[in-house]
């Protein structure tokens, strides 16, 4: 694996984003004030990701899994203070990441699969609110599978699965888009993803495939998603 590589990825998708830089101020001007009520702020979003820890696994059969994959996250929040310039939100995180590789159990290779749910908080500040740092502490789902056959028979065999407590640190930008008065529009986030799932190897009633210590699966995970808000 190249490792220059892998450590240059998280500050590639920083340098794709910056040339929007000067359309993003433009964009994110909304025609009022930033959403004064109660109302909460809902979030849906997708993206890629980009996992080296995942990567460097060392499984007991030829191959390796892919260092990025693809993201959907799911959140809502609500406020529960509001400061001269900022406002801060609360709520939760609800999302699924999944990774797959090149690594064959019986008749298809594996994919690894995340699942996590974080109670979460964003403090939203800038002109009109429109920018926001977030973090979430929560529970993370982990799995290695073989997903085999073809729609609508499609059948699963689990080779690893573990859960842990995780932790993420991020940021959010919202551009203008709908209504504004209801502020409704494109956003984007960058997410960093902290968990250890401890050490990655086969269930005892399988053949060797990952093996008995296939490494110890840990963050970092880099995220980048686009999606819409409303409030």
């Given amino acids: ?16 984003a910056a040339p929007l830089a000067p359309l993003c101020a433009a964009w994110a001007q909304d025609d009022v004030d930033w959403v004064t009520t109660s109302r ?16 460097d696994l060392d499984a007991a059969r030829v191959g390796e899994f892919d ?22 939100l609360a709520g939760v995180d609800l999302g699924v990441f999944n990774n797959d590789s090149n690594i064959r159990f019986i008749s298809d290779s594996l994919t690894a699969r995340n699942g996590y ?46 859960s842990a407590v995780g932790a993420y640190l991020g940021g959010t930008v919202d551009f203008r888009g709908g209504d504004p008065a209801s502020s409704r529009g494109v956003m984007m986030s960058l997410k960093m993803h902290f968990v250890d799932f401890g050490t990655v190897r086969d ?9 008995q210590n296939a490494g110890r699966l840990t963050g970092p995970i880099y995220m980048y ?7």
Avoid: C
């Fill in 117 to 162: 749910l974080a109670p979460s908080v964003k403090w939203m500040f800038g002109n009109r609110h429109r920018y926001s740092l977030d973090a979430g502490v929560g529970y993370y789902l982990q799995d290695i599978t073989e997903i085999a056959g073809e729609y609508p028979i499609i059948w699963e065999t689990q080779l690893w699965e573990e």
């Fill in 1 to 16: 694996m190249n490792t220059s590589t892998t450590k240059a990825l998280p500050w590639l998708a920083g340098l794709a």
């Fill in 203 to 211: 269930d005892d009633f399988l053949p060797p495939t990952l093996g």
């Fill in 67 to 88: 260092e990025t994959g693809f993201n959907i996250n799911l959140a809502a929040h609500w406020p529960v203070k509001r400061f001269a310039n900022s406002e801060l």
């Fill in 40 to 55: 909460g702020r809902y979030e849906i979003a997708i993206g890629a990701h980009s996992w080296p820890g995942l990567a």
């Fill in 225 to 231: 998603q686009v999606g819409y808000r409303w409030r």
